[in-house]
């Protein structure tokens, strides 16, 4: 019963909208840079690779685009061990 | 023929996906512009595939052909058709039997600066693609509407040409979502209105929502903006409205059914 709730009144995560605009972000994000999901990989690897042979890394670093309008940037966040 | 304004507006109205409304929004908005007295003139550009004739219902009164005119077998007056129901409305067909690189950037530019004179807006019909064809409408135009469908295929070839319109210093891009089902939107299964806005970040010039008649319209060569009692004609005429300056609202497409304000009055979000 609860979930035929959650169906009827809440944006269902897993309805076809949902998905649309889901691939719909990652789709329009790269196509606007001209990249692809491959070069998402390859970036991570390649900038943790640079960092890590000049200051020790702690934790997970993460590599991401974040867009605001037409406007894609990249979001790096690479937690430093500290002494 | 008078014109209203000093200063003329070239449109262009394009869209990357083929299918969406381009040429529909082109003999709708033209319509409505000459029926409230602006001198009009729409260019046909898919020169091989052209169709503006067919939904303007005009093409037993075609004889000449832009391709015609930039190669001089006609003067451009000669090319231009009169609208059966409008005299402030003109149409200059495209060419059936050639293609898209038969004429060029200059040859289309020195057309649209002798038809300035005599029209207060130049609507130009672009082909489907981002070749030649979509450089040569585009090069003449000072506007333009991006027509798209609540549709990723056609989302993404919409957001390809914002970008390539931006890349060419366009500074008016306004959207157009064309077809939208607002019964799909509520049950889940359509992308609304905000999720385009969100998705292609330009101003929203306005929502044509899905309507039978425009088929009906079409078969007849009448544009459906004719027809008072179609939404689509409403949808069409708020964006003639907008095109001249004026504030319209937004159609209310997403009804206020009994269960979105039960969903409303309980707290969730919409």
């Known amino acids: 019963m609860f979930d035929f709730l959650k169906k009827v009144f809440s944006n269902d995560e897993s309805s076809s909208r949902s998905r649309a605009n889901d691939r719909l972000r990652v789709v329009l994000t790269h196509d606007r840079i001209g990249s692809s999901s491959q070069l998402m990989e390859t970036l991570q690897e390649e900038i943790i690779a640079l960092i890590a042979r000049h200051i020790e890394i702690e934790g997970t670093p993460e590599v991401h685009f974040i867009t605001e309008g037409r406007h894609t940037a990249l979001d790096i966040s690479i937690p430093l061990k500290g002494r | 023929m008078e014109k209203k304004n000093s200063e003329s507006q070239v449109i262009v109205v394009t869209s990357g996906k083929g299918g969406v409304g381009k040429t529909t929004t082109v003999a709708n908005v033209s319509t409505g512009l000459a029926k409230l007295g602006y001198s009009v ?57 050639r293609n898209k690189d038969d004429i060029t950037t200059e040859q289309v530019l020195a057309v649209c600066n002798e038809l300035k004179p005599d029209f207060d807006f130049i609507l130009i019909d672009c082909p489907a ?9 585009i090069a003449a135009a000072d506007k333009a509407i991006v027509v798209t469908n609540p549709e990723v295929s056609a989302v993404r070839d919409a957001d390809r040409i914002i970008g390539m319109l931006e890349s060419a210093n366009f500074k008016d891009i306004k959207l157009l979502i064309n077809r939208l089902r607002p019964d799909m939107v509520r049950s889940g299964d359509m992308l609304s209105i905000e999720d385009l806005m969100e998705h292609l970040c330009i101003e929203l010039l306005g929502v044509v929502p899905e309507d039978s008649g425009v088929v009906i319209s079409t078969n007849r060569g ?23 300056g004026k504030e319209v609202e937004f159609m209310t497409l997403e009804q206020d059914s009994f269960w979105s304000k039960l969903k409303r009055n309980l707290g969730f979000k919409n």
């Open chain 2, 41 to 97: 003139v729409v260019m046909d550009l898919d020169i091989g595939l052209k169709k503006l004739d067919l939904i303007l219902g005009l093409e037993n009164r075609v004889i000449y052909d832009i391709i015609q005119v930039v190669e001089g077998e006609c003067t451009l007056k000669q090319a231009l058709v009169k609208d059966k129901r409008f005299p402030a409305l003109y149409m200059l067909p495209a060419a059936q039997t």
């Open chain 2, 222 to 244: 009448e544009p459906i903006i004719l027809n008072d009692r179609s939404s689509a004609a409403q949808a069409f005429n708020n964006i003639v409205h907008r095109l001249l």
């Open chain 2, 129 to 137: 693609g981002i070749e030649q064809g979509f450089r040569n409408s």
